[in-house]
């Protein structure tokens, strides 16, 4: 007897028909194409069909159950957040800094290119905390320049053995990095509607690198005779002020007061957006009516107070005039920023409160204050040779050779009785003169 042969229509209505089992319930329906099966499911009346990517039918029915539990909890369903990938995200958080005009754009353009380069293309679901970490671990890889090998701290390339080696990210430039990255899947999952179901956390490097290096009166002379003319007055008004460098070359004659000697900043202008206002000693003020008097014999008035070296344009990058100075002061490499530290620490050995020593450097926190109020060896000695200045006149002798003599102390009513226990056995009593917090 020959049977009839059975529609493919109805069979595949059948698979399209909502799976049934005795222990199991699902809204959805699972159907196979192919060895792949997919699974159907509904939110706000549309049918949203998924490969399960697996051939094994308990791995479409686990992800229809997720499915549906997202769609019961209010959430959208992954799917969705499987569209959208690492250069959309990226794209919305540059936007973002446009509108709101951060200042650290540039930085942010430099992070998302090395980020681009790693997490190009990926789904943002494929953003997990996994391949974060293996992110970390190659950017702290060295290279070679010659046959682009990475491996760990070595001298030599284990490939070629080639010497040319481009050292890996520091921990601190990686946490930039990670900030953005960080920064850009919070503003996708904060929109509406969000485009990142959860941020994955992002480990945090530990940081060695906070410079300490500042000038002494010396060196600072020696360099300032081997700067070209026009970056003269920004080393002597840096020396002073500890202003930034972008607060300085960017500073502008409708800023400065020549009469009463003010030079304001702006709100808005600073990294910290306070304004500040500073007025200017002898010797700065000479430097400025020098400045102004430059500007008036030029054909073109510039609006900048230190402008380059052609007089009218606005100063930027100096580096290579500033390496080859430093080199020819014989001062070794230093930094521009060096001038922010040894400002803030002159103005505090001077006796300048440090309250008022943070509005004339424009720092905003004490935190970030006291990273930069250096204490060198010098400081230290001066420190040990008042304190042996303090005990010599408060109780009349000299206690560098107490290993020797044998000095014990004791209070008695509100004096202070020290005991002196000569070589040959002696000893002698020697009563101060009430020594106060003592």
């Excluded at 494929?126 to 701290?153: H, K, L, P, V, W």
Aim: proline content about 5%; charged content about 30%.
């Amino acid at each position: 007897m020959c049977l009839p042969r059975p529609d493919p229509r109805q069979a595949e209505a059948r698979q399209d028909q909502p799976h049934r089992g005795r222990k199991e319930k699902l809204m959805g329906s699972i159907y196979k194409r192919g060895n792949v099966w997919w699974i159907k499911y509904y939110r706000n009346g549309k049918p949203y069909r998924e490969s399960s990517r697996s051939h094994k039918e308990s791995d479409a029915k686990r992800l229809l159950r997720k499915r549906e539990g997202e769609i019961a909890d209010g959430r959208l369903p992954g799917i969705y957040f499987d569209k959208v990938r690492f250069e959309e995200l990226a794209e919305d958080l540059l936007r973002d800094y446009k509108i709101n005009r951060r200042k650290s754009l540039e930085r942010l353009d430099a992070s998302l290119k090395k980020l681009s380069r790693y997490f190009g293309g990926l789904r943002v679901t494929q953003i997990t905390t996994s391949r974060i970490q293996q992110y970390i671990e190659d950017r702290m890889m060295n290279r070679c320049r010659r046959c682009g090998a990475a491996f760990d701290d070595q001298s030599r390339c284990p490939e070629c053995g080639s010497d040319d080696i481009k050292p890996g990210a520091r921990p601190a430039t990686i946490n930039r990095e990670l900030a953005a990255l960080k920064r850009m899947l919070k503003l996708g999952a904060s929109q509406t509607p969000p485009k990142v179901d959860r941020v994955p956390t992002i480990p945090h490097l530990k940081e060695h690198n906070v410079r300490k290096g500042f000038f002494e009166h010396a060196d600072y002379l020696a360099l300032l005779d081997e700067l070209p003319e026009y970056l003269k007055p920004v080393v002597i008004f840096a020396y002073k002020t500890g202003w930034r460098r972008s607060e300085i070359i960017n500073l502008q004659w409708s800023q400065v007061d020549l009469t009463n000697g003010v030079v304001r900043l702006e709100p808005g202008t600073t990294k910290n957006d306070e304004g500040r206002t500073i007025y200017l000693d002898e010797e700065l003020k000479g430097v400025f009516q020098a400045q102004w008097q430059k500007r008036k014999k030029g054909r073109k008035l510039s609006p900048y107070v230190f402008p380059g070296a052609d007089g009218k344009s606005q100063l930027r990058d100096f580096r290579t005039a500033w390496d080859n100075a430093c080199k020819r002061a014989g001062i070794g490499k230093r930094l521009f920023h060096d001038f922010r530290r040894t400002a803030i620490r002159n103005m505090i050995r001077s006796g300048i409160p440090e309250r008022v020593a943070m509005m004339v450097s424009g720092h905003k926190t004490r935190t970030v204050f006291d990273r930069y109020n250096i204490v060198n060896d010098e400081d230290l000695k001066l420190a040990a040779q008042r304190h042996e200045e303090y005990l010599r006149a408060q109780f009349g002798h000299n206690l560098q050779n107490c290993g020797k003599s044998g000095v014990t102390g004791r209070r008695v009513g509100t004096s202070q009785v020290v005991d002196f226990i000569g070589a040959g056995g002696g000893s002698r009593t020697l009563t101060g003169a009430r020594p106060t917090g003592f």
